[in-house]
């Protein structure tokens, strides 16, 4: 069974910053593509960053220049450094591992993130 674990999540100030990690198990990491979600309550689920296999990546408008996700294969773990935080930027953020031939997903559990003063 494999899992997917974010964490580094927490309260920052407005101007802030934050890196969340997330980890998934199985010797498949490297073969996957990745992506970085949120979510507000009330609202849909929102695509925040991608990385494919091959590290080519992929932001929201709403978050370029300001975000930078990069993945460390060795490790099995994706990364999501957040800078120059704003209040909207306050959601729950979900990792999901995708499989990039099948429709394959597997989704962390979530970790909050506040920005807030």
């Known amino acids: 069974q494999v899992q997917v674990v974010e964490s580094g999540g927490g309260l920052v100030q407005p101007g802030g910053s934050l890196r969340l990690s997330c980890t998934a198990s199985?010797?498949?990491?490297?073969?996957?593509?990745m992506d970085w979600y949120r979510q507000v309550p009330g609202k849909e689920r929102e695509l925040v960053a991608q990385?494919?296999?091959?590290?080519?990546?992929n932001y929201a408008n709403s978050v370029k220049g300001r975000f930078t996700i990069s993945r460390a294969n060795a490790k099995n773990t994706v990364y999501l450094q957040m800078n120059s935080l704003k209040p909207e930027d306050t959601a729950v953020y979900y990792c999901?591992?995708?499989?990039?031939?099948?429709?394959?997903?597997?989704w962390g559990q979530g970790t909050q993130v506040t920005v807030s003063s």
């Open positions: 199985g010797s498949m990491f490297s073969h996957n593509d």
């Open positions: 990385i494919t296999n091959g590290g080519s990546t």
């Open positions: 999901r591992m995708r499989n990039p031939w099948r429709p394959i997903y597997y």
